[in-house]
């Protein structure tokens, strides 16, 4: 399995513009995350999916940031407008169901290196 | 709430020695699970050990083991024979036990670890 793909591994945008990251779970995870890291706040969960359905979103600091899961194999995290303070590392992480019983073992993906200029 | 702490901020340990890095953790609960993540500089998070808090034996894998103590919400992980590749920011992580949807992991703030000659 080629593990938690995301796509782009570098994104610079400019203040106001939209951003949109994208994930590609392992196969067969039921479960996706999305995480954010700083150095002020470390890691941070914004939202998680179960079966495509977003089930906490508490984590995501405000309204221009979106996330959504059209399908098991696809998920995107969209920040519109963009600001500087948005620059962070965005991890995608994806778990199967019966981790539940397992531990919940989140595999995470290389991460999407966000800059706003 | 639940709050993980990681008191090195760093740590350094020579080819072939051993090291621990320290995690504590504060809960209510009673069953949980806590996981060692791995951040090399790719970014990229990897699971190195979980430990079930029901379960008293102590996880081991390969030159990763855990010392978990529950009474004392301690959960060390040391490295044995310590090799250049093992350089990189390790999370102590916590989740607790949830019959039902996933929970959040909470990470530590991170010990970042260098591996001399």
């Known amino acids: 399995d080629a593990g938690v793909i995301q796509s782009p591994r570098h994104e610079v945008t400019e203040m106001g513009q939209e951003v949109t990251l994208r994930c590609k779970p392992i196969?067969?995870?039921?479960?996706l995350f999305w995480y954010r890291q700083t150095m002020m706040r470390g890691l941070e969960l914004l939202i998680y999916?179960?079966?495509?359905?977003?089930?906490?979103d508490s984590g995501m600091p405000e309204d221009r940031f979106s996330a959504k899961m059209p399908n098991a194999s696809f998920s995107t995290l969209k920040i519109q407008p963009s600001e500087p303070r948005d620059s962070a590392v965005y991890f995608c992480?994806?778990?199967?169901?019966?981790?539940?019983?397992?531990?919940?073992?989140?595999?995470f993906g290389p991460g999407t290196r966000l800059t706003v200029l | 709430a639940q709050t993980v702490t990681q008191s090195q901020p760093e740590m350094s340990v020579q080819e072939a020695e051993t090291v621990t890095l320290s995690c504590t953790y504060d809960?209510?609960?009673?069953?949980?699970?806590l996981f060692w993540y791995k951040q090399p500089p790719s970014r990229q998070m990897i699971l190195v050990i979980r430990?079930?808090?029901?379960?008293?034996q102590n996880a081991t894998e390969n030159r990763f083991s855990v010392n978990f103590q529950k009474a004392a919400k301690s959960f060390s992980l040391k490295i044995s024979d310590s090799q250049l590749g093992d350089a990189a920011m390790y999370f102590c992580?916590?989740?607790?036990?949830?019959?039902?949807?996933?929970?959040?992991?909470?990470f530590g703030t991170g010990t970042r670890l260098q591996v001399t000659l």
């Open positions: 992580a916590y989740r607790r036990l949830n019959t039902g949807t996933a929970s959040k992991l909470t």
């Open positions: 999916f179960n079966n495509n359905v977003p089930i906490d």
């Open positions: 430990q079930e808090a029901y379960k008293q």
């Open positions: 196969s067969g995870h039921d479960y």
């Open positions: 809960t209510s609960e009673s069953d949980y699970y």
């Open positions: 992480a994806s778990s199967p169901r019966l981790a539940q019983v397992l531990g919940d073992t989140q595999y």
